[in-house]
């Protein structure tokens, strides 16, 4: 039924990972996770909300993610700059005593803040000239419902020493900060918090950690990374299957790791995007929503097809990357959205993820 393709290769493992793992390690090496540590006081306040609220498993069910859910007010350019690019995502506690109407005054600080920490022991003066500048913008109409906080990008550019005329900034950092359908954690908190607990960054770690310091120190947050397990992948690679696309720009592809000694083997298995939403609408019953059924019915059939032509048992290995047409995303927390349409939709779900590690 399926045209595929597969591929083994071996490469040396860099991370160990446990199936079951919804929170990622923490190690001694110098990575952004490791500089942001301490218990803050919102998260004390959180714990007690904890001891009060039972656990919630993950849903059954979920709504297929529609298209064309952006706010009228919505910026295009930025949307299409969010696009084709590879984000590390994090999980945030909310940020104390947040203003969008300092964002001018948030750019100064943060501004001199990384050119202090990149030259330590020397003086630096707020607003001092220097070849970086730190942007901060709303990402208006990037939300779920109304409730929602505004979304906002934080961009670090580099300075031309060009005549002004022919200055060009290249971009050396971004991470943005969202919040879709995120009423679960808004109930909790008071209107002194603001709630975006979806951290999203592109550039170098050493970059994200300086930025996620500065950010833990003045608003009273906790930056966590935000892993995928195989559990959650497979749920994305059922609910972006489900969505109706114009057209496709990618091959639906899957990756498997098999642990071994002293190398893992990759397993990629790559299917044509209209078969894999024809195996999709086989195994769908439940108009407008995936089910947990579905979600393993999906990748049992996926199996099974694999099995018969390579005899290999791939419920026996782990699913670390899904991507299709609509987005891409890794074990490791690394996500690329692809379609515009779709953005509020992954988004939501990555929220949703969020939320769950923060609680």
């Excluded at 696009?83 to 100064?108: I, V």
């Excluded at 990759?266 to 947990?292: F, N, R």
Aim: with cysteine.
């Amino acid at each position: 039924m399926y045209r595929n393709g597969v591929q083994g290769r071996y490469k040396q493992t860099m991370d160990s990972y446990d199936a079951s793992e919804s929170t990622p390690r923490q190690s001694t090496s110098s990575r952004p996770e490791d500089y942001f540590i301490g218990a803050t006081f919102l998260q004390k306040r959180l714990e007690s909300v904890r001891k009060q609220t039972s656990f919630v498993p993950t849903p059954p069910r979920r709504k297929i993610p529609h298209c064309s859910l952006l706010q009228e007010d919505v910026d295009l350019q930025k949307v299409a700059f969010l696009l084709h690019k590879q984000w590390t995502l994090y999980s945030l506690t909310p940020l104390y005593k947040f203003s969008y109407s300092n964002l001018k005054e948030y750019s100064r600080l943060l501004n001199a803040f990384i050119v202090a920490e990149k030259q330590k022991g020397l003086a630096v003066e707020v607003g001092e000239d220097f070849n970086i500048k730190v942007i901060f913008s709303t990402l208006l109409g990037i939300k779920g419902t109304q409730r929602d906080p505004e979304a906002f990008l934080v961009q670090i550019l580099s300075k031309s020493q060009l005549p002004s005329e022919n200055r060009e900034s290249k971009v050396l950092w971004t991470g943005w900060f969202c919040c879709i359908f995120g009423d679960s954690l808004l109930e909790t908190v008071s209107e002194d918090f603001t709630c975006l607990p979806l951290f999203l960054a592109n550039g170098t770690e050493s970059n994200t950690a300086i930025i996620g310091t500065w950010f833990q120190k003045t608003f009273d947050c906790y930056f966590s990374p935000l892993a995928i397990n195989a559990f959650n992948l497979s749920w994305m690679a059922a609910m972006w299957t489900a969505c109706k696309m114009d057209h496709y720009v990618a091959t639906t592809e899957f990756l498997w790791s098999v642990p071994c000694s002293p190398q893992s083997l990759d397993i990629s298995y790559a299917i044509h995007p209209e078969d894999a939403k024809a195996l999709w609408d086989s195994v769908h019953k439940t108009p407008g929503e995936v089910t947990q059924e579905e979600v393993d019915l999906f990748m049992d059939c996926l199996y099974s097809h694999f099995h018969r032509h390579f005899k290999i048992h791939l419920s026996a290995t782990r699913l670390v990357r899904v991507s299709t047409s609509v987005a891409s995303a890794h074990t490791d927390g690394k996500i690329k959205i692809l379609c515009h349409k779709y953005l509020i939709g992954v988004l939501a779900y990555l929220t949703e993820l969020a939320i769950f590690q923060i609680e």
